[in-house]
Structure formats: structure tokens, C-alpha cells
């Protein structure tokens, strides 16, 4: 039952319609001079001049997969094909936020999916991780959100993410553990039922990249 609870509201955050991004930062430009000052800075420094700027708009980037709409983002991507292999697309490049110190974690995300008489564009896969990823996230419920939304929007057999991420959280402040890699994955249909297939997913992502020994 929590299990079902948790994925709902997944969903519903996934489905709710995608934020308008503010016409001016004049706001968030003012609560970054604010900051400044609380930190015993002053914003009218030569150096610091443009920096509330700047930060209002790093933000607004950084969070820029608020404004994300999924539908559209796969919208004619989804082809026809009898094709029932896996298709895995690893070693995508993510940025996201720890949305509890506001710091960057980053590192990588693998995802594997068994199709179901259609196949999405290759590039779209790393568009889903980076609309979710550039939110304010925790690394689970991100691995969550992208391999729940793929098997809802492509119907698939099954799907599997893996994400491998460093956390300045961990690093800069806290524990200060410099080496430390979190691993977070999500199994959904066939790769959770079928220990053969997700041990392939598990065992492919692994492997040398083409070119490499």
C-alpha cells in the first residue's frame, strides 16, 4: 500500500502541468543581494556588482526542468517497430540539486527498457533524465520519476535505471567524504520479475564502452 501511495504521487507530480518560467528576475536578484549582506558581504562590491544577477539566472537554469513538459518532449518520438530486445542508453551525463542544501550532485545515469511494438528516439531518453534532473531532487526519487515515467509513456515490457552521483552536500560541508559514489536504481516490469534480465541490463552497463579494451 505505501508502495502504491508513493508511486501516485509521483505520477501527479509528473503530470502536473509545466511551471511558467518567471518574466523577471528583478526578485530573486534582490533576495540574492539580501543573502549577500546576510553573509557580511556587500553587493556593491566591484566584484559582486552583477553576481545577484548572474545567480538569479544559474537558478533559473539550473531548475529549468519545471518548465519541462513531458508530452511534448516525446511527442513524435514514439516509432512502430517488432523489435522485444533491450535497448540501453548509458553513461548519460547528469547536473541536478539537492533540494535540502541546494548544492549541485552530478554523475551518471543508465537506462535499459524492453519494448513493446515501439521504440522512442535515442536523444529523447537523455531529455527525460535532464527534465527531472534539473529540478530541486533527491538522487531516489529522481531514479524513481525517470524510470516510471519511460514505462508509462512507452508502454514498455520493463525498465531499468541505475544513476551513479557525487554530492557536494557530502563533500564540501557535512562528512566531507571527497570519494564517496551514491548508486540508487529503480526496476520496473522485467527487470524486477526476471532476475536473467536485469542481470544483462546490470552486466551491459558494466562493459567497456566501443573502442575500449
Known sequence: MAQRRRRS????MEDLPPVSPPHDIAVMTDLVSQLLKALGESPRRNGLLKTPERVAKALLFMTKG??????????????????DEMVIVKDIDFFSMCEHHMLPFFGKCHVGYLPNKKVVGLSKIPRVVDAFARRLQVQERLTTQIAETLKRKLDAHGVAVVMEARHLCMMMRGVEKQNTLAVT??????????DQTRNEFLKLIRRNAVGEA
Do not use: C, K, V
Open 185 to 194: 536504481s529503480s526496476m520496473l516490469g522485467a527487470f524486477r520479475t526476471q
Open 66 to 83: 519545471y518548465h519541462e513538459d513531458i508530452e511534448r518532449l516525446l511527442n513524435g518520438a514514439l516509432f512502430p517497430i517488432e523489435y
Open 9 to 12: 504521487s509521483i505520477s501527479r
